[in-house]
């Protein structure tokens, strides 16, 4: 019985992610990973010439990696790499803040589609409250996170109200323009994982995210640059450049 119950112990967090529809290794084909000389950021293809992820992830000797599933894998097939020529990250942020935190990178080339890379939807209209999204990183092996991160994960949460998320937040200033995803406030599970996950809901990306204290990869609660609200500065960038 005392093996049952250490056993249980040990595995709570994979046990509690079980609720939130956890999986691991299938790698959605619009996922971006940006390899840096500082720490990684996820992001999201939606051109072949342009990648969309978190203002914060403007990084020294950027790499863009498409079509990738493990980054610590030197022999994965069915990767584009490629360079960029610009990062425009949106005129209102700053680095002492989560208001804005959004980027749009323009590759030097156009990426090849195929079945492993394909371009994600934007919105037209904002994810209500409850709906089911889908967000996608990669996680560290904790136990020596030193090396690149080694395990694709998705996991399927839902949006929930800006009132409820500012109980999660209480020190933040939870504004129109973000949006939270997640189904427990506050549980703060330890993990390192890619930031910047993006958010796609019934296909369409919805979010990318600014912040978590805790994993988002085990449902915590993250907050959420709401791309509908930037629809505007994203199309006008990407005409103007």
């Known amino acids: 019985m005392k093996f049952i119950l250490l056993w249980a112990l040990i595995n709570l967090p994979v046990l509690l992610a079980a609720a939130a529809d956890f999986t ?10 940006l390899k840096s000389a500082y720490m990684p950021c996820a992001g ?26 493990n980054p610590a894998d030197p022999y994965e097939k069915n990767i584009q ?12 942020f700053t680095i002492t803040s989560i208001d804005h935190d959004i980027m749009l990178i323009k590759l ?7 079945d492993h890379v394909k371009l994600v939807k934007l919105p037209d209209q904002t ?18 996170s030193s090396r690149e991160p080694d395990s694709m994960q998705n996991v399927n949460i839902s949006v929930i109200s800006n009132t409820e998320c500012r109980s999660a937040y209480t020190s933040y200033t939870i504004k129109e323009s973000m949006m939270c995803v997640g189904i427990v406030p506050g549980r703060r599970q330890p993990c390192k994982e890619v930031t910047a996950a993006p958010a796609v809901c019934n296909g369409i990306l919805q979010g990318i995210l ?32």
Not at 81 to 92: A, D, F, N
Not at 127 to 144: E, Q, R
């Open 81 to 92: 790499l490629v360079g960029y020529e610009k990062m425009i990250h949106h005129p209102y």
């Open 127 to 144: 994810a209500p409250v409850n709906t089911m999204c889908t967000v996608t990183t990669w996680g560290y092996n904790i136990c020596d």
């Open 44 to 69: 999201a293809l939606i051109h072949p010439l342009w990648v969309i992820t978190a203002a914060h992830c403007n990084l020294p000797k950027l790499q863009v990696m498409l079509g990738i599933t």
């Open 210 to 241: 600014s912040f978590a204290d805790g994993c988002v990869l085990r449902a915590d609660v993250g907050i959420y640059t709401r791309i509908f609200n930037y629809m505007t500065w994203i199309e006008k960038t990407i005409q103007n450049n």
């Open 24 to 33: 691991i290794g299938t790698t959605p084909p619009y996922l971006v990973f």
């Open 108 to 114: 030097n080339r156009n990426i090849d589609l195929n």
